[in-house]
């Protein structure tokens, strides 16, 4: 807290918690576009307002990317969480495999001493194959617990770089552009208003699972994606939101 009032960042936690309507916010210095080290704070902060969160028996469905690999890797669980389970959000959306939610789900049960599922869904499907696999009951398990989690924990990308980084096809990100998407997030790609423009096809959490979700937690920080970051708080289901002091100025432009 002294950190904070240093930086002057208590002040722009609260502005941005009163722009977007959130429970709570927290601002780590810098930027993470800029230093690794900002990224690997934001990570810390992070796992830590999940540990806070987290009682006895919650089920947390957990996003991929670079941002939750690092909250993953550092969290730390003040006892064992043999009552809790991590999950993964939603299955193949063309991370890599250090980004991917089923790797982040497990190492962050390592670490709390908790259990975890895995969906394995590969990237893809026809629809043909995607009724077939989610009719196999050891799939069907798993996707009923990730849609029941009380906590949701995700990362928040810009449009253009995550169609980009999962290797979507130029024309499709060219419609993407074309109907004004800026962010995405748990798989679905918004637009300024916080509207749902796109959705990648893969088995796990909906959007209605995250509306009904207790605890929608983001943690995303770096200029770049302050814009991004300001259409996903407008989407309006998260209640904390994890971010830097350089994401969360260019937010605040983009209210
Ligand atoms: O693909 C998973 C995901 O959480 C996306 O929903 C999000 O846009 C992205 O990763 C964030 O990744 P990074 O933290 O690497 O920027």
Do not use: C
């Amino acid at each position: 807290p002294i950190v904070k009032e240093l930086f002057g960042l208590s002040d722009l936690e609260d502005e941005v918690r009163e722009a977007f309507g959130l429970k709570r916010v927290i601002v780590v210095p810098g930027d993470s576009d800029e230093s690794d080290h900002v990224k690997a704070e934001l990570g810390r902060a992070g796992g830590r307002v999940l540990r806070e969160s987290l009682s006895s028996g919650d089920v947390v469905a957990v996003m991929g990317g670079s941002t939750m690999a690092q909250m993953a890797k550092q969290f730390s669980a003040l006892s064992q969480m043999k009552e809790n389970w991590f999950v993964p959000a939603r299955g193949g959306l063309g991370e890599s495999v250090d980004y991917q939610a089923n790797t982040i789900a497990s190492e962050l049960a390592k670490r709390a001493g908790a259990r975890y599922r895995m969906l394995h869904v590969p990237d893809h499907l026809s629809e043909e194959a995607y009724q077939t696999i989610m009719q196999e009951p050891n799939v069907r398990e798993v996707v009923d617990m990730i849609r029941g989690a009380r906590i949701v924990v995700h990362g928040i990308g810009d449009a253009v770089t995550m169609a980009r980084r999962r290797k979507l096809v130029d024309g499709t990100i060219d419609e993407l552009v074309k109907d004004g998407a800026l962010a995405e997030a748990f798989g679905y790609y918004f637009d300024r208003h916080g509207r749902v423009v796109h959705r990648m096809a893969t088995a796990g959490l909906r959007l209605d699972d995250i509306e009904a979700a207790e605890m929608v937690i983001g943690i995303a920080g770096g200029k770049s994606k302050g814009e991004a970051i300001a259409s996903v708080m407008r989407f309006g289901h998260d209640d904390v939101l994890v971010t830097d002091e350089a994401a969360a100025r260019e937010a605040l432009r983009h209210i």
